[in-house]
């Protein structure tokens, strides 16, 4: 399996924007297909952004299409989230994933082999 960690989170007015990077270790990353997740207290795990290894392909939940960017660096073994226009309910432990592809689709938890320990984001009114 890849280890992640994931750094970037921290506290942000409304409006403003973050970028968050999580870094693999330990097998070829370019492999893997990628994703972010979000948690909020209370909640369940919500897909945000995921970016397929093979055609470098993206997806987006729908709370965060038009102000979230997802990317990746093969080179440098790290996945990246933009995170523009950030909104109060944008608040929540983020986290990042990997799969070596099991056919849930990249919006599904059951995809993923790998988990980050999560990074904060609050997002103040």
């Known amino acids: 399996q890849v280890q992640l960690v994931e750094s970037g989170g921290g506290l942000v007015q409304a409006g403003g924007s973050l970028r968050l990077s999580c870094a693999a270790s330990?097998?070829?990353?370019?492999?893997?297909?990628m994703g972010w997740f979000r948690q909020a207290p209370g909640k369940e795990r919500e897909f945000v952004a995921g970016?397929?290894?093979?055609?470098?392909?993206?997806y987006y939940g729908d709370s965060v299409k038009g102000r979230f960017t997802v990317s990746r660096d093969n080179a440098k073994n790290t996945v990246y989230l933009q995170m523009n226009s950030l909104k109060p309910e944008d608040t929540a432990a983020y986290y990042c994933?990997?799969?070596?592809?099991?056919?849930?689709?990249?919006?599904?938890?059951?995809?993923?082999?790998?988990w980050g320990q999560g990074t904060q984001v609050t997002v103040s009114s």
């Open positions: 994933a990997a799969t070596r592809g099991h056919g849930y689709g990249l919006d599904d938890i059951k995809e993923y082999d790998s």
């Open positions: 330990g097998r070829t990353f370019s492999n893997y297909g």
């Open positions: 970016i397929r290894w093979n055609n470098g392909s993206k």
